[in-house]
């Protein structure tokens, strides 16, 4: 299994929902994101495959109309064959509270993946290896914990 993190636009997200209520707003449903076919590499690593497959961990990022990274979940099917990325998901689950990235620092989060969301807000996909991956989850376990 592979992780990755995708930064989608209104027209990419489930049902077109930037705030789902509940993870059953997003099971099932579709991730597209458009004119990408295969992720983007921010890893250190040289060994990460670049193609997502069924059973990848697909984390959700909404920031441009939508409240930044707010899910994760399973992908179900995976389709490149347009050139753009679709991805259906499953086992969805929503981050409480979601994690907007204006609430990181712009340079001093200590995760390089979200300076690249802070800095890039376009759709795309992105591999996340190991130590990408944990700068992450220290990052978001140290997240300011604000109301919405």
Same mark, same amino acid.
């Not at 994760?72 to 979601?98: H, K, N, Q, W, Y």
């Given at each position: ?9 209104? $027209? ?29 590499? &921010?890893?250190?690593?040289?060994? &990460? %495959? ?6 990848? $961990? ?28 679709? &991805?259906? /998901? ?23 993946? &979200?300076?690249?969301?802070?800095? @890039? %807000?376009?759709?795309?996909? @992105?591999?996340?290896? $190991?130590?990408? @991956? ?5 990052? /978001? ?8």
């Amino acid at each position: 299994m592979s992780r990755y993190m995708a930064m989608v636009n209104a $027209e990419g997200r489930p049902g077109a929902i930037a705030r789902p209520k509940s993870a059953a707003d997003w099971n099932g449903g579709l991730l597209t994101i458009t004119g990408k076919a295969a992720p983007r590499k &921010i890893a250190r690593s040289a060994r &990460i %495959r670049t193609q997502v497959q069924e059973g990848d $961990e697909i984390w959700i990022c909404t920031d441009d109309t939508g409240p930044g990274i707010v899910a994760f979940g399973r992908a179900e099917a995976v389709d490149a064959s347009s050139g753009s990325l679709t &991805i259906t /998901l499953r086992d969805v689950v929503l981050l409480t509270p979601p994690s907007a990235l204006s609430d990181f620092p712009k340079a001093g989060s200590g995760s390089a993946m &979200i300076t690249q969301l802070q800095g @890039y %807000r376009h759709p795309d996909i @992105y591999v996340l290896d $190991e130590p990408v @991956y944990d700068e992450l989850q220290t990052a /978001l376990d140290a997240r300011p914990r604000k109301k919405r």
